[in-house]
C-alpha cells in the first residue's frame, strides 16, 4: 500500500487547552484540502509577488512555527500572510481559551477563503507594513506572539526593515517572533542580509532543522527579545 503523500494527510484538530473544542480546519476533508489548494494555486498564478509559494505550507512545518504561541493564560497572536491557513490550525491548537488569534493578510481573494473556512480566525485585510497601526484600530496594544509565513525574498530592502520593525514594535518583552526559511535559498545574499536584520532586531535568534517534508524544504527562525 503507498502511504498518502504528506499534504495530504486528514485530520480534524482538536485543542488540549479548549476542552471538547475542535478547531475547524480547512484541511479536515480530502475536499476541503482540495478547495485550499485550488485557491492558493489561482491566487499563486494571479499575483505570483505576493503570494510567493506554489503550495500552501505542510502541517510539520505549521506544527514548527506555531511552537511560539502560549498555552497559557490568555494571549495575543499575530499571523501574517496566512494564506488559505495553513500555518493557522496549528496556531489555533496551541491557543488557549482566552486567547486571541489575529491573521493580517494582503490579498483579498484568501481574505475570503479564510473568512468562509476559518470562522473562529479574527481575519483583516491589509498590509504587515501597517501592523502597528492595524492593531491600534483593533484595540491590540502588545502581542505575545508574532508567526509569519510571508514571502520575504519578494520583498525590497526596506519593506523587510519596516515589516521587522513593526514586528519589534508590537511584540511583548518576553514575545517571540517566528518565520519561515526555505533551506535551499539559505546560501543566497538575500537570506543572509535577512538573517542579519533578524540579529539586529532580536536579542536571540535560532534556526531550527530543516523540515524536509514540506514544498520546498524549509527551516524556522526562532527570534526573542525584541532590542527596541
Ligand atoms: C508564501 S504564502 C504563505 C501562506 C501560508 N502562511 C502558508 O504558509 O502556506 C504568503 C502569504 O503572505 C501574503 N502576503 C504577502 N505580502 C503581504 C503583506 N505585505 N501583508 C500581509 N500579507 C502578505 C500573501 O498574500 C500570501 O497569502
Known amino acids: 500500500m503507498t502511504t498518502p503523500p504528506q499534504h495530504f494527510e486528514q485530520r ?24 485550499e489548494y485550488r485557491t492558493f494555486v489561482a491566487r499563486a498564478w494571479r499575483d505570483p509577488a505576493t503570494v510567493g509559494a506554489v503550495i500552501p505550507s505542510s502541517p510539520v512545518l505549521a506544527r514548527e512555527i506555531a ?12 499571523e501574517l500572510g496566512p494564506g488559505t ?47 502597528g497601526r492595524i492593531l491600534r484600530e483593533a484595540g491590540v496594544e502588545s502581542v505575545d506572539a508574532v508567526v509569519s509565513g510571508l514571502p520575504w525574498s519578494l520583498f525590497p530592502g526596506e519593506s523587510q526593515g519596516r515589516i521587522l520593525s513593526e514586528v519589534g ?42 523540515v524536509w517534508r514540506n514544498m520546498p524544504p524549509a527551516r524556522t527562525y526562532i527570534c526573542r527579545r525584541p532590542v527596541s
Request: glycine share 12%; proline share 6%; aromatic share 4%.
Open 12 to 35: 480534524t484538530e482538536t485543542s488540549p487547552s479548549q476542552p471538547g473544542c475542535s478547531v475547524t480546519s480547512t484541511r479536515t476533508t480530502a475536499g476541503s484540502l482540495l478547495e
Open 85 to 131: 491557513g495553513a500555518l493557522s490550525s496549528a496556531v489555533a491548537e496551541r491557543l488557549p481559551a482566552g486567547g486571541r488569534h489575529i491573521a493580517l493578510e494582503l490579498d483579498p481573494g484568501m481574505v475570503e477563503h479564510l473568512r468562509t473556512n476559518m470562522p473562529q480566525l479574527e481575519v483583516i485585510e491589509g498590509d504587515a507594513t501597517d501592523l
Open 169 to 210: 514594535g508590537v511584540l511583548a518583552p518576553g514575545g517571540a517572533f517566528t518565520t519561515i526559511a526555505y533551506a535551499l535559498a539559505l546560501g543566497s545574499t538575500g537570506a543572509r542580509l535577512f538573517r542579519r536584520r533578524l540579529e539586529r532586531g532580536f536579542d536571540e535568534v535560532v534556526m531550527t532543522r530543516t
Open 67 to 78: 511552537s511560539i504561541v502560549p498555552t497559557a493564560g490568555s494571549p495575543v497572536v499575530v
